[in-house]
């Protein structure tokens, strides 16, 4: 069971792509989104495409678990908020408690940042990328992944995102043989 995390970003009206890969690949997928991620996102396409309900809120906790459990995790986009929230262990949204306890499970994880060159150079994110990268996450980032735009322009980069590379990058960390 593979989680395809969308932040809140435009790069997310495209999360169905990184959904086609996973499927491709062999994964069952659940679309995991954040508050801000909803605002780019088509909710019922992405039900219809994973057969598994969208979810984007914790759960009451009289409510049964709707998703299986992850043996994977891709978040992409990942958002200087997302990533800064994530490093610092802050589990205020669904997408954030799933990456925080599933990389304290052991649970592989790839983040696939999409930010601008001026937000990319925040102190903050660039130590939260390196926390990430120590505690054994997959981080993808930078310009042999996708080269940094200048604020405002983003829009111009979302056709060059590379979501396949994620799911490679997945199967290469593990084995070739798929968790699910």
Not at 57 to 86: E, F, I, R, S
Not at 143 to 158: K, N, S, W
Request: proline share 8%; glycine share 8%.
């Amino acid at each position: 069971m593979l989680y395809a995390i969308g932040c809140g970003s435009p790069l997310t009206r495209d999360l169905h792509r990184l959904i086609a890969a996973g499927q491709r690949d062999g994964w069952d997928v659940c679309a995991i989104l954040t508050p801000d991620g909803r605002k780019f996102a088509d909710e019922p396409a992405l039900a219809r495409q994973t057969g598994h309900p969208v979810r984007w809120a914790y759960k009451d906790p009289a409510d049964p678990d709707v998703l299986p459990t992850p043996d994977a995790l891709v978040v992409a986009p990942a958002t200087v908020n997302t990533v800064n929230k994530w490093a610092a262990g802050i589990t205020d949204t669904l997408a954030l408690g799933l990456l925080v306890e599933s990389q304290g499970r052991g649970v592989p994880i790839v983040a696939m940042p999409f930010t601008n060159a001026a937000m990319a150079t925040h102190p903050a994110f660039q130590e939260g990328l390196r926390r990430l990268r120590d505690w054994n996450v997959t981080v993808l980032f930078g310009e042999d992944v996708l080269p940094l735009h200048a604020p405002g322009t983003g829009e111009r980069y979302i056709h060059l995102f590379p979501w396949d590379r994620a799911i490679d990058v997945l199967r290469t960390r593990l084995g070739g043989e798929l968790a699910n």
